[in-house]
T-cell receptor, first 119, second 113 residues
Framework: DADVTQTPRNRITKTGKRIMLECSQT?????MYWYRQDPGLGLRLIYY???????NKGEISDGYSVSRQAQAKFSLSLESAIPNQTALYFC??????????????????FGAGTRLSVL | GESVGLHLPTLSVQEGDNSIINCAYS??????FIWYKQESGKGPQFIID?????DKRQGQRVTVLLNKTVKHLSLQIAATQPGDSAVYFC????????????FGIGTKLQVIP
């Protein structure tokens, strides 16, 4: 079984519809992330969460919202989908550094992605 | 998926040859670097990492070289195999309270049988 599971894998929707993408993980990591990936661009951070009560906006959060229902679950919502939100969406997790600045490893583990098309 | 590979630099390599994939990073404050591999239809997968206090690190069939002077990373894959065909991208990371990660665009590696 995958450590980071995203559902659905593919979704086609219409402009104006509300969409939720779900992510669950069995890695026991505190940190979870949502990215989008577009052709010719690097992964861009939408939102990130360091624990259930700590949620932060990333570089492209407009038009998106998130919910951290539990340590293992982090969902991304598009309240009113628009065509330029058509993209590949990835959820990722990472472990917390043991000491701030002392161990800065931030290896992220990704789900298989959700391909979203907004018509 | 396939759309990820569009508009990317592409490196074509004969099976069995060595591959070298390059990456330029932007921030001289970055002190930790990761290479990811993304196969078609899958999410990025960690390959190897390196800290800024090193200039070389070896894994199984892969080597990462870091040149901090010119802010350049390279990933070398020895004896390239068809299963190595994927998009490879580097990520740079900075120390601090939240370790912001910046991902590169990637290079598509095509292995010719």
């Amino acid at each position: 079984d995958a450590d980071v599971t995203q559902t659905p894998r593919n979704r086609i929707t219409k402009t104006g519809k509300r969409i939720m993408l779900e992510c669950s993980q069995t890695k026991g990591h505190d940190r979870m992330y949502w990215y989008r990936q577009d052709p010719g661009l690097g992964l861009r951070l939408i939102y990130y969460s360091f624990d259930v009560k700590d949620i932060n906006k990333g570089e492209i959060s407009d038009g998106y919202s998130v919910s951290r229902q539990a340590q293992a679950k982090f969902s991304l919502s598009l309240e009113s989908a628009i065509p330029n939100q058509t993209a590949l969406y990835f959820c990722a997790t990472s472990d917390s550094p043991r000491l701030a600045g002392a161990d800065t490893k931030n290896i992220q583990y990704f789900g298989a992605g959700t391909r979203l098309s907004v018509l | 998926g396939e759309s990820v590979g569009l508009h990317l630099p592409t490196l074509s390599v004969q099976e069995g040859d060595n591959s070298i994939i390059n990456c330029a990073y932007s921030n001289s404050a970055s002190d930790y670097f990761i290479w990811y591999k993304q196969e078609s239809g899958k999410g990025p997968q960690f390959i190897i990492d390196i800290r800024s206090n090193m200039d070389k690190r070896q894994g199984q069939r892969v080597t990462v070289l870091l040149n901090k002077t010119v802010k350049h990373l390279s990933l070398q894959i020895a004896a390239t195999q068809p299963g190595d065909s994927a998009v490879y991208f580097c990520a740079e990371n900075r120390s601090g309270g939240y370790q912001k990660v910046t991902f590169g665009i990637g290079t598509k590696l095509q292995v010719i049988p």
